[in-house]
């Protein structure tokens, strides 16, 4: 029976560590509409270089954040992440911001392993209209002019390919669990600081009881492991310039971030270096070698679609993403974002023998370097 643009088989919910092999170029292309999409997500040209080959789960895609109207969860259907398949920017004026794909399970067939056969076809692939490769490099621009072109990419078009989804639907969360996306420890510690924020927040007028609430919030994350509290005000006065401090990062190299409390002694009160905001995502990695994955000079706005200049000396670090544990209205987002870090930042470690680098999403592990 053929598979419809807007369907999926029933049971076909992959799970965090099953294999999938991306389907040829041929039958993508004839899933897509006029706009080189389904239901409302493209397929983009630089996830051509994937077809045919194969890859595990990294992450089950039912849900995401809206970066581009900032209006919290965003219902995702039948789609997921596949292990560190990021977008190159090659079609997209060379963004550097390296987002995690969206792959929706129509342009995938799961396998039983790496090397293993017996692909299971989710049938033949109807398509209403189909696109042809050079349609699907066009529908990367959606207006501007060649010198300042309006570019269409899976993080613009998120709104239209997704639908509104309430933090406090409790199925996300269980669904978070059963994929194998996050551990019961990860949401039930996510949903005490869901708890503890609202209270802190809802003292904002009165500055030493917040103050204390905060203190108190820290002393019982550190008797449990925890971390301190992630949405403390940065330390640099009003009308004072942020510090900068330049390092001349490369790829491969290892560096060290410096500490909550020295990062928040180089932020403004709105949490801004020069104009980069210092979020409560990247706290956990706080203290941690990570090694240096791209540097980062322009980006897309998601929200207008044009490129942006990142100045100002920023890197990407290997494994440094957003977990979703403290963001609001949008706990556990499985998009991996990447965080921008400002040099200052960081430090740079000049022996690495006996570091300990941290891998994806900060876990600790011996340097090779």
Known sequence: MPLSKNSTPSGWNLSVGDWVEVRSKEEILATLDENGCIDGMPFMPEM???????????????????TVNKTGGRRVADAVHLADLRCNGAAHGGCEADCLLFWKTQWLRRIDGPEGGNPRSLGSVAAATGVTEAGLLAATRAGGSDADPVFKCQATQLPAATSPLK???????????????????????????AGAYQVIEASRRRPRAQRLLISL??????IFGGMPYPRKEGRVPAGEITPERKLDLVPGEIVRVRS????????????KNRGLYFGDEEVPY????????????RIIDERSGKMIPIRGGSVILEGAWCKGYYSDRRLHCPRAIFTFWRETWLERIEHTGDARVAGPGGQQRESDG
């Open 48 to 66: 051509l270089a994937f077809a045919g080959r194969r890859f595990p789960v990294f992450r089950r895609a039912h849900k995401t954040c809206d």
């Open 167 to 193: 933090w406090w639907n409790i199925r996300q969360y269980i669904e978070d669990v059963t994929s194998g996306n996050e551990s019961i420890v990860h949401i039930v510690r996510s949903a005490f600081y």
């Open 217 to 222: 919030y820290d002393r019982f994350q550190k």
């Open 260 to 271: 909550y409390e020295e990062i928040l002694g180089t932020l403004d009160k709105a949490n």
């Open 286 to 297: 706080c203290g941690k070698a990570l090694r240096v994955r791209s540097r980062v000079t």
